[in-house]
């Protein structure tokens, strides 16, 4: 499990202006987590979605809908991979400057 918590997950989302009343933040504090703990292949975004609707108990499209949402309202719209993945490395390198630089696998 990463050392970085979930208030610093919230903040990050909050300081990319993503607003906890809206169910897209929950769902990227759900996916983010898991993949900076290594549960998923944060590359391959659907099996992010895919862990994020078996925790909450919702269908991947309400995920990914959901996530777009949020990050289409914030200064810099990017794609919801795209988001994910800066936030797992900026969260990371900001914990650990001297942090590995994870290549993702290719498969699964």
């Known amino acids: 499990m990463s050392s970085i918590s979930n208030k610093t997950i919230g903040e990050y989302l909050e300081s990319q202006g993503i607003r906890h009343s809206n169910i897209g933040f929950k769902y990227l504090m759900l996916g983010i987590r898991v993949s900076l703990d290594g549960k998923v292949n944060y590359a391959r ?7 994020i609707g078996r925790q909450a108990g919702v269908t991947v499209g309400q995920v990914d809908c959901a996530i777009r949402s949020v990050i289409r309202k914030t200064e810099n719209p990017v794609s919801n991979k795209e988001f994910l993945i800066r936030a797992v490395d900026t969260l990371t390198w900001s914990h650990d400057a ?4 994870p290549l993702p696998s290719q498969s699964g």
């Open 45 to 51: 975004i659907n099996s992010v979605y895919e862990e």
């Open 98 to 101: 001297d942090a590995s630089i």
